[in-house]
């Protein structure tokens, strides 16, 4: 069997070379490596945004830590405000989603330009038992929101240290 035969279908070559691909091999490769790369990176979310019909969706980043009294919860939130922001804690998950939405408007003598970004966010966090959900506080800050949600007397006290030691 060939050795063409156990390459992807994608890389077979079905037609003869053409005449500057014989003579420019380089060229040829360069071209093969930059579609392996388009081909690669095409199936990561590389933009902050994404759309879906006629809606954007924005990615923010967020931190999740968890100690021995809370889990914080860290969201980047650029151009946002806390009224932007709904959070919402049920018994096994925590939700963060919000609307940005921007404008901005540009007169002068002999032009008019005029901006408009809308983008929307829906992340769902998956939290343990065990949290007390009447002491859940949540903080905006420069467009940081801090989620700390603590845990109860019972979970807190059911980690046990456990020494270890070599053979």
């Known amino acids: 069997m060939p050795f063409k035969d156990y390459l992807p279908s994608i890389w077979r070559r079905t037609g003869p070379l053409s005449k500057y691909e014989e003579e420019n091999p380089f060229d040829v490769f360069q071209k093969e490596v930059n ?7 095409r199936d990561f979310d590389l933009a902050p945004f994404r759309t879906v019909g006629e809606r954007r969706l924005f990615s923010p980043s967020i931190d999740v830590k968890e ?5 914080i919860v860290k969201a980047e939130l650029p151009g946002m405000e806390e009224k932007d922001v709904e959070v919402l804690l049920t018994e096994n998950a925590l939700t963060l989603q919000g609307e940005k939405k921007e404008e901005k408007e540009d007169k002068g ?10 983008g929307s966010f829906h992340r769902v966090i998956p939290v ?7 002491k859940v506080k949540a903080t905006f800050k420069n467009g940081v929101l801090t989620v700390n949600i603590p845990k109860t ?12 030691s070599t053979e």
């Open 35 to 41: 579609r392996l790369f388009d081909d690669f990176s």
């Open 67 to 71: 100690d021995n009294k809370e889990i």
């Open 153 to 164: 007397e019972e979970e807190k006290a059911k980690g046990k240290k456990i020494s270890v």
């Open 128 to 134: 343990p038992a065990g949290i007390d959900t009447n």
């Open 109 to 118: 003598e002999g032009y008019y330009h005029m901006e408009r970004k809308y």
